[in-house]
């Protein structure tokens, strides 16, 4: 996942952020469980569940293809247009990877169906 809630209660996301910056803990904005930061030399920078045992909407772990294109995605759409990185959808209780001008819930799908 890209996104969190740091110590204040504030959306972090790692695609506007720089690594240096993050400094604190930070927690799902789902399930409010504490995460771990990952930024290993494999898969790119990305926050991770402890235990995903009370998370109802994070399907860990996304492979580094998924941040990849979710991060190329975002970069793209937000040249022209307002996108959300797994912005939560009350009405669906869904989590998006991404959320284009309000309306249009992009779900990057890397493996056979
Ligand atoms: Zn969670």
Redesign the pocket.
Known sequence: ?LTAIDENGQVVNLLEIEVKELTGKY???????E?FIKNGEIKMLHFA?KS?K?????LENESEQHLGLKKALYQWFKKTDKVEIEAYIPEFKQRPDLLVNDTIAIEIQCSHL
Do not use: E
Not at 27 to 33: A, D, N, V, Y
Not at 54 to 58: F, H, P, S, T, V
């Open positions: 996942m927690f799902c904005p789902s399930c409010k469980s995460l569940h995903l009370a998370c109802d909407l994070w």
